[in-house]
């Protein structure tokens, strides 16, 4: 099989049964790989209705046709499943070069079941699957736990090889807020996923790999991702320099940053040159042309805009020393540092107006004390642990809480009504993960460009391409690449037709979990008059 | 005569030298651990490092612990330019790779043609190096 690996990998954390099955080649012809993949066997395993928490979920992480092969940005590996943040069917993507080790060691899928008894850790090594015990990692700091587990190998050559995703405190503390780290990078979207891996007392997977990964015409691959490298657009090659802070300041100008927890418009108190200032390094994940992630000196990640907007303005704070230090601390104890900032922000509004009298929680811009509230987050010891959803019902005021589905809303949408959608419409939440175009559009177009790029990202997850690349490279280019690995030729209609498949699948999952329509709303304070108007044409388009 | 520069400092590790090495000299396959040049991560940051001639012999202060079934070697970051431990080699058959500067369109190898970042460049040096 070109392309594919073509096997499923299933553990069972509770009877440690480990099992090696074929993968269907229509199923890998349907769903293509990765988020594909991954919500297909997710939804056909697990009842819709149920907790998240339970050891009946399960997680699926599934790689694309594309990942670890040299096609621009295939780096991608989804995990999918329940989020106990938001009640719905979640997919995150990691980077870096998990995705690339676990496609080597020769899985497209592996699911995971089951609740284990003690703090597990799962190794792969090619066909050698094993549960070791990993109580010596249990509750240390995500940084710790990495180079503990580095020196646990006596061959240090292996363990610079081997790739590890796991958890922080956060984790295994089931904090809702907790989230995946790998190489010290956290996952995109992992939001609450983190807590489903510590409810299945699963501390972190490692993953190494030898076998080839197969193509169909090593010639045609090599000549279009040759040129592709040569002919790197303009685009790309700003979005490479400014990273996602290429939009920071046509963001500025239309009002759509915010800060102090929306109560004041941002008024350039930071600027882009003060951020750029500590940027030293540059990161690319695997395969990346692009390499927009940006380090400090010593190697350490930088927060990207959304991070940087929660954890900063919206608290109040303006220094960017501070802000990294801040986003630094939350990967440490493993927490989604943009749910994190946006729940500590959101408190520090209803300190502000009297409504929340909590000592630990400062008032706005009180950097010293937000350093000292994180860490009694991640113990489970604050009254914001169970993040600003859950904060805003028990003080009983759930109309302060901006955001959608229970995941909270980073920018602000009254001057973008286009992202306004894209959050209401997101099948986890208010992220702008799962479509983002920065481009202001007319009314007219804006329900059929947010169905568009929501289909497009899905293709692209289950591809195992990181949609960044969309700034620079149109998915017609992917077609040839995609056929000279796998040998088979699909046209662009049929790529977007199985996002569409894959987008409904989702939302089918969502439904039947009791995700209504209501939940499809923008808080009022966000809600613009023109959004019901918007949405009922997207329900047209999807045929909802 | 022709040699690979590498300049640590604009490696980003997106490993595309791996990958391409691999197709070149796979050709329908793709490998990292096949290949002839390896990005190595020390800290954090990348060096890519190329596989230079095999023999049979190590330095001497090498020494061998053996603790239990493991043994431990001591062999760490000189492994990568060690002409005799087993970094560079493939991993089923276990014989030694070593970088033959190919390319699939003459001249170049691989590896520098694919570096985005300007990591790898190819220079000319004096007959004598």
Known sequence: MFGWQGKLLRID??????????????DLLDFLGGRGLGVKFFVNEVNADIDPFAPENKIVIAVGPLTGTGASSASLCSIVTKSPLTNTIISAQVKLYFG??????GYDVVIIEGKALSPTLISIKDDDVSLLPADFLFDRPTDEALSLFQISFNDPWVARETRFLHIGPAGQKYLPLANLITDGLPVANSVGIGAVFGSKNLIGIAVRGTKDILLYDGEVFFKTVFK????????????????????????IEHNILACCYFIQPFASEVTLSQIKEIWKRHRGCFSCPIACLKTTQRGDFLPEIDAFMSLGPLCGIYDVKSISKIYALCIKLGLDPVETGLTISCAMAMKEKGLFDDESVPFFGDKKTILELIPKIAKKESPL????????????????????????????????????????????????????VFTKENYDEIPQKVKLMQ????????????????????????LTIFQATTGITLTK??????????????????EKAGIKRDADMLPVKFSFPEFEKILESYYKLRGW | MERIRIDHTKCTGCRYCELACSLNHLSTAFNPKKARIRVLKEGKRFFPVISGPHTEAACNIKVDLVIGEKVYDFCDLCRAACPYKGVFKDPVTEIPLQCDFCGIDAPGPACVKWCPSGALTLVEVPSYY
């Open chain 1, 455 to 478: 289909d497009k990202i899905a293709v692209l997850e289950s591809l195992g391409i990181c949609p960044y690349i969309l700034k620079g490279i149109s998915l017609e280019n992917l």
């Open chain 1, 493 to 510: 209609e049929e790529f977007l037709k199985k996002g569409e498949e894959i987008y409904q699948i989702e939302h089918n999952f969502n």
């Open chain 1, 13 to 26: 954390l509770e009877t440690k049964k480990i099992s090696i099955e074929d993968l269907k080649t229509e």
């Open chain 1, 385 to 436: 642990a169970n993040g600003a959803f859950k904060l805003c019902q028990e003080l009983n005021n759930p109309d302060l809480f901006l955001g959608v589905k229970g995941r909270s809303i980073v920018f602000d949408v009254r001057n973008h009504h286009y992202l306004g959608l894209v959050y209401a419409t997101s099948n986890c939440g208010a992220t702008h993960l799962n479509g983002f």
């Open chain 1, 100 to 105: 690339a080790e676990l496609k080597a060691a």
């Open chain 1, 228 to 251: 592709d490298l040569e002919n790197l657009s303009e685009n790309l090659k700003s979005f490479s320099d400014l990273s996602t802070y290429l939009v920071f300041e046509d963001f």
